[in-house]
């Protein structure tokens, strides 16, 4: 799995991770170093429309929008 971000938050530590498969990307939430039960998906086909109307890379962007709900700031 590759990490994508990685934050603390009230004293504890929060990976995003991600991992490639056939139709895109898996996305998995660890908390101090364990799995969660939260996790999503980007496919292929949603990396590349975010890359043509150049709104930024999804995967990072659902990484950004999880930490800001986290925090409560979303």
Do not use: C
């Not at 994508?4 to 101090?32: A, N, P, Q």
């Amino acid at each position: 799995m590759h990490t994508v971000k990685t934050f603390d938050h009230e004293g504890r530590s929060f990976e995003i991770k991600m991992v490639s498969y056939g139709d895109g990307w898996h996305l998995k939430v660890f908390v101090d170093g364990m799995p969660t039960k939260v996790d999503g998906s980007v496919s292929h086909e949603v990396q590349q429309d975010a890359a043509h109307y150049e709104i930024g890379d999804p995967r990072k962007i659902i990484a950004d929008a999880l930490e800001e709900f986290i925090k409560g700031n979303g």
